[in-house]
């Protein structure tokens, strides 16, 4: 009913910048939540940041003062400026969201799935 798609990702040196987006098409309801995780080969999939529609913002603390979460409610879009990137941001990074729920968290995330943007930090 729902699709993700994201967009935005790339090779990037350390010390740069990249800006994520995801859009969601096939649905007129609203997404109450909506978050970015990400998974590099051999880790843990890892909640990243989240915000909700009426602007509830969470962050992990690997990520906080370099990167920043943003939505258009209204497009249903959701946007991830990465700044100050490090080698260690290196991941799939997957949009997530869900029609009813207030927050999500790396347990427990949203009903859906992007299919995944790869982003790569090296020199």
């Known amino acids: 009913q729902v699709q993700l798609v994201e967009s935005g990702g790339g090779l990037v040196q350390p010390g740069g910048s990249l800006r994520l987006s995801c859009a969601a098409s096939?649905?007129?309801?609203?997404?109450?939540?909506m978050g970015w995780y990400r998974q590099a080969p051999g880790n843990q999939r890892e909640l990243v940041a989240s915000i909700s529609s009426g602007g509830r913002l969470v962050y992990v603390d690997s990520v906080k003062g370099r990167f920043t979460i943003s939505r258009d409610n209204a497009k249903n879009t959701m946007f991830l400026q990465m700044n100050s990137l490090k080698p260690e941001d290196t991941a799939v990074y997957y949009c997530?969201?869900?029609?009813?729920?207030?927050?999500?968290?790396?347990?427990?995330?949203?009903?859906?799935w992007g299919q995944g943007t790869q982003v790569t930090v090296s020199s």
């Open positions: 096939g649905s007129m309801f609203r997404l109450n939540i």
């Open positions: 997530n969201a869900d029609p009813l729920r207030t927050i999500i968290s790396g347990a427990l995330p949203g009903r859906y």
